[in-house]
């Protein structure tokens, strides 16, 4: 099994908040993807895209990206075609935000995963509405393992079910403030001890290349394993 790290390398036409970096970069994918009517309509439907970003990086102490210094955020596909689709639009469009310097598509061979470890926030919303988890990790634990088997069954077209996780940890203090559309979010950091099976592998796997929980799209949920 494979999935592809597409990574993008950009110089800043303008200073950019850290928190600002997702809808930044969330908006540069979406304006390539409007070029090609496939990955316009995958775009635009209600539907698990199957890709995931990160921020930019290296990461600023002071927590502004500068204008016109270089940048690079990684994108992460598990399909190569969509992959190079995208590498191929982000070379012809204009953004306000970033000057494209350079891409690359990398491959990565599965290896057997420990742990995952969110390197982006992660988004749940309860059903109230509500973004504050307040230390409910049965609540993000059952959520984690549901978005995961949905995106499954999406690709594979069956059902597979396990409880892959064998612990769950939060590792920030307080709930990250994110700027999203004209609202806020709450967002949470996690690392996630993996079972050693072979479903437990292929789910965890899942959610390394396409992220976790909610608007992974956006840039939430993105993972390292060791």
């Known amino acids: 099994m494979e999935y592809y790290n597409l990574k993008i390398v950009v110089s800043l036409k303008n200073d950019i908040k850290y928190e600002n970096t997702y ?17 316009k309509e995958l775009h635009e439907k209600n539907t698990y895209k199957m890709y995931n970003f990160c921020s930019l990086y290296p990461f600023e102490k002071d927590g502004i990206y500068k ?14 075609e969509f992959a190079m689709k995208i590498k191929q639009l982000i070379t012809v469009i ?13 491959t990565n061979q599965y290896k057997r995963i420990n742990r995952l470890i969110t390197l982006t926030p992660c988004i749940l919303t309860k059903n109230n509405g ?8 049965e609540l993000v634990k059952s959520r984690i393992i549901a978005g995961i088997e949905k995106k499954y069954k999406q ?45 437990s592998q292929k789910l965890a796997h899942l959610a390394l290349s396409t992220g976790i929980l ?8 993105f993972c390292k394993a060791r």
């Open 23 to 39: 809808q930044k970069i969330s908006d540069y994918i979406a304006l390539s993807m409007l070029q090609d009517e496939k990955t």
């Open 67 to 80: 204008k016109g210094r270089i940048y690079t955020f990684d994108i992460k596909f598990i399909d190569l």
């Open 94 to 106: 204009q953004s306000k935000d970033f000057q494209l310097i350079m891409s690359n598509i990398q």
């Open 130 to 137: 509500d973004y504050k988890i307040d230390g409910d990790l």
């Open 155 to 199: 690709l594979y077209g069956n059902k597979i079910e396990s409880d892959f996780i064998q612990d769950i940890i939060q590792t920030n203090k307080t709930p990250i403030k994110l700027p999203y559309k004209n609202i806020f979010l709450l967002g949470n950091k996690f690392e996630i001890v993996v079972k050693q099976d072979e479903v």
């Open 214 to 221: 909610e608007k992974n799209s956006q840039g939430y949920g």
